[in-house]
């Protein structure tokens, strides 16, 4: 696997499961569509899909790509597990090359990619082969998503440890507030996390009641709000 650049775009990665990673890339591809761009959204493999991917069919409609909404996913597999167990239970043989090969495909027909991985950076396709080698393979900076709650400083600092150990480019961090009620613990993560990891993350994207999450523009407007325009125009490239 080549790793050259895809395209313009982002891999976006979380520090866990249900950190708020395809809210925010729902958001940033909608932001992306704001300014004028094409953003074409691709999520190389869904697992818990009943059966449909519903976070790739999220990515589509925020995105409104030229492209079907099953062009988004390449890889909806029933088991909720890592890619490489859904995958083996469904009976599937994951391909890195064929997933770098499907993104380029789908990158030439627009001028934003952004790559939703699955879980964290170290979350198993096939064999030994992570989420970090799939970025790596793609060429695309990082955009580390993590939940605003007791813990995320460690979760983020080894996520961005385990970038830098593996020479991936970040793009940068954000954080997403999953609990209507702010801990006491909240005010000090920034903070810590630049100490920790010597990077700060971008914003915290605000918490958003169940109807808000839903709607694009909302979500748009909470994640330009977190990070400001400048590092949003940054980001888009």
Known sequence: MSGAPAARGLFVTGTDTGVGKTLVAAGILRLARRAGRTPIPFKPVETGCDPEPLDARRLWRAA???LAPDE???????????????????GVQLDPAAIVARARELAARGD???????????????GAA????LAAALGLPLLVVGR???????????TLAEAA????????????RTEREPGPHEAANADLIAAVS????????????????D???????AVRDAIGDDEVRRLLG
């Open 64 to 66: 409104e790509p030229p």
């Open 72 to 90: 988004v996913c390449l890889h909806a597999l029933p088991l909720p597990a890592a890619p490489a167990l859904a995958a083996a239970a469904a």
């Open 112 to 126: 934003f990619l952004l790559v939703e991985g699955a879980g964290g950076l170290l979350v198993p396709y096939v």
């Open 130 to 133: 992570t989420t970090a080698d």
């Open 148 to 158: 605003m709650a007791l813990g995320t400083i460690n979760h983020v600092a080894l």
């Open 165 to 176: 150990r593996r020479d991936l480019r970040v793009a940068g961090c954000i954080l997403n």
């Open 198 to 213: 010597g990077r700060r993350p971008l914003g915290v994207v605000a918490h958003l009641p169940a109807g808000t999450r």
């Open 215 to 221: 709607d694009d523009d909302r979500v748009a407007d």
